[in-house]
């Protein structure tokens, strides 16, 4: 029941992390 939850989540997180990345000045490979 919990992993539904647990993987959007984790997706969303994964996607706020690459958001991040490729918006970071210093070009997103750090």
Same mark, same amino acid.
């Given at each position: 029941?919990?992993?539904?939850? *647990? #993987?959007?989540? %984790? =997706? %969303?997180?994964? #996607? =706020?992390?690459? +958001?991040?990345? *490729?918006? #970071?000045? +210093?070009?997103?490979?750090?």
């Amino acid at each position: 029941a919990c992993i539904f939850a *647990t #993987s959007i989540a %984790m =997706l %969303m997180a994964v #996607s =706020l992390d690459y +958001w991040f990345r *490729t918006r #970071s000045p +210093w070009g997103g490979k750090g």
